[in-house]
């Protein structure tokens, strides 16, 4: 139920930038790996190898792919504190599921120059101001959005959600992409 809220909200909140964007293709994609990856982490087992599939997709449609790293290392090391470490096998197989990852991130037209320009957004560069989609979220020009996430925070702390380490990295570090 709070994931589908999370979906929801992020819909809601994106469609004012998102009409005929590459974005709106990668993001079914990025929530199916998402769901994917969770969801093998959860069943203590590595995600399916067809997932790969959703990230050569994601890599030919949009340069934001290398967020299919976080998504998969934060359900890596839920796997890892779900499984307490017991699991070698378990644990060979992500690893495995990790560096093919990175492999199918290079079959695209470009080959390493996406990583090269993610690094370059990532350090921040003076476009990102002029580009809409790209301003960090400001509480007071938006009362709606900082109400909205103090409502999600205090469900969660009230259903005193359990979540792992890796779940709270992937959701600490979506909050950071959004307020960075």
């Not at 909205?148 to 702390?157: K, T």
Request: aromatic fraction near 16%; include cysteine.
């Amino acid at each position: 139920l709070v994931a589908v809220f999370f979906a929801i909200f992020c819909l809601l909140y994106i469609q004012a930038v998102s009409a005929v964007r590459p974005h709106v293709l990668t993001f079914p994609v990025a929530v199916a790996l998402t769901g994917l990856a969770f969801e093998a982490s959860r069943n203590r087992r590595a995600p399916p190898w067809w997932s790969l599939l959703l990230t050569l997709l994601w890599t030919n449609l949009h340069g934001s792919f290398v967020i299919a790293f976080l998504i998969t290392g934060c359900a890596f090391l839920d796997y890892l504190e779900r499984s307490r470490l017991q699991d070698r096998a378990g644990i060979a197989r992500w690893l495995v599921y990790l560096v093919l990852t990175a492999g199918v991130t290079l079959i695209n037209p470009y080959f390493i120059k996406p990583y090269a320009i993610a690094f370059e957004l990532a350090e921040g560069i003076n476009a990102m101001d002029r580009i809409f989609e790209w301003v960090p979220f400001r509480a007071p020009d938006n009362k709606i959005l900082e109400g909205c996430f103090m409502l999600v925070f205090f469900v969660l702390l009230k259903a005193r959600a359990r979540l792992t380490f890796g779940q709270i990295l992937f959701t600490l570090m979506g909050f950071h992409m959004m307020i960075a």
